[in-house]
């Protein structure tokens, strides 16, 4: 998202970018559930980018909508049916990744270029290889390729790394007609279920389908050890079951009826507070810079807000160097508060008492 925000408002100054991607088409993937566009933040980048009619036409106030329980089902906290504000809407990843590549002009993103290489040439500029073989020399590089970035070793040697929570994405297709007690519970927005350590996120997509993350606080990797094997659909849910054995019927539900897909997502991040010298010609944005747990809806949008922030500094100006380093300046610190954020969320939700501990958070948050 960053990396495309960033292209579309270079184009708008007139100024020539391209835009190396992995995938193979804008189809070859799926590209996660939704995302909650701030204020000061994601939207303010869409602003930017002359794309902010296009997104509240395509946004979903309503997804606002937030439900917290017990692992009993009781309900601490409801934010539910009041009148929908623009404040933090919900938007579906693909419908946003759409917005922001056909606002590109044609030809912009090269497709199925999988960057293998990148070096300084010792002229001011970068040789990047890719799978293919092509080989380009570009006098600014962005790394906005990821948490797995192959452009960050340019500037750091830090990686991101396990934060203690693990992720088993499910969903429920159509769930309205087929399930419709499930979609009552999950409702417009998100739903929130906390405790004992775990979590049953669940939130409802634009196109029908609820999308639910497991939650666990476990070692890396050690699912095998928590009776959980991936393989069998059948075994894998009843594995996923055994965790919430003593958990209301109505949240098991979630698992019961989900569809026979399971897919593993350790929850990883940078370092809070990440910084680095400022090296000439190359930098980095969203993922690739500062990943953070999901824990505050901030990721994508301190992405976008980067690629805005960073064309704008690009801009006419005299000292690409010069300006770089502010633009990352300004950018570790927006980061380091984010990060800080989503750290404490995640450590405030999968807890012994998350459900609780959130819950008060939400109360105090609307009495501000």
Known sequence: MGGLVFARVMQMHGLDVVVYERD???????????????????????????????????????????????KEGV?????????PSMHRPEIDRPVLRRLLIDALKPGTIRW?????????????????????????????VIGADGASSQVRALVTDAVPAYSGVSFI?????????????????????????LGDDKG?????????????????????????????????????????LSQFSDWAPSLRRLIEVCDDEFIQRAVTAMPVGISWPSKPGVTLLGDAAH?????????????MQDGAALALALVGADD???????????????AHECAEASAQGMETCISP??????????KQYAEI
């Not at 666990?216 to 059948?234: D, P, V």
């Not at 990943?291 to 992405?303: R, Y």
Request: charged share 20%; no cysteine; glycine share 12%.
């Open 320 to 334: 690409l160097h010069t300006a770089i380093a502010d633009f990352e300046r300004a950018m570790f610190a927006r």
């Open 291 to 303: 990943q953070m747990s999901p824990f505050a809806g901030a990721g994508a949008n301190v992405a």
């Open 200 to 240: 049953l996120i669940a939130q409802l997509n634009g196109d029908g389908r609820v999308r639910i993350y497991v939650a666990l606080r476990m070692a890396e990797g050690a699912f095998e050890s928590l009776g959980i094997q991936f393989g069998n659909t059948a075994a894998t849910r009843a594995g996923l």
């Open 353 to 362: 008492d998350g459900a609780h501990r959130l819950a008060e958070q939400m």
């Open 24 to 70: 193979e088409s804008p189809a070859a993937r799926s590209q996660g559930g939704v995302l909650d566009l701030h204020v000061e933040s994601g939207q303010w980048a869409l602003e930017v980018a002359g794309l902010a009619d296009d997104f509240k036409r395509l946004a979903r106030p309503e997804g606002e909508d937030m439900r917290i329980l017990t």
């Open 169 to 193: 994405e499910l969903g429920i297709a159509d769930v309205q007609n087929r399930f419709p007690d499930v979609a009552a519970l999950v409702g417009r927005g998100s739903l929130f279920a």
């Open 112 to 140: 199925n270029h999988q960057l293998v290489a990148v070096a300084p040439t010792g002229q001011g500029n970068h040789r990047l290889r890719f799978a293919d073989g092509t080989v380009v020399i570009s006098e600014v």
């Open 75 to 83: 309900v601490l906290w409801e934010q539910v049916g009041e009148e």
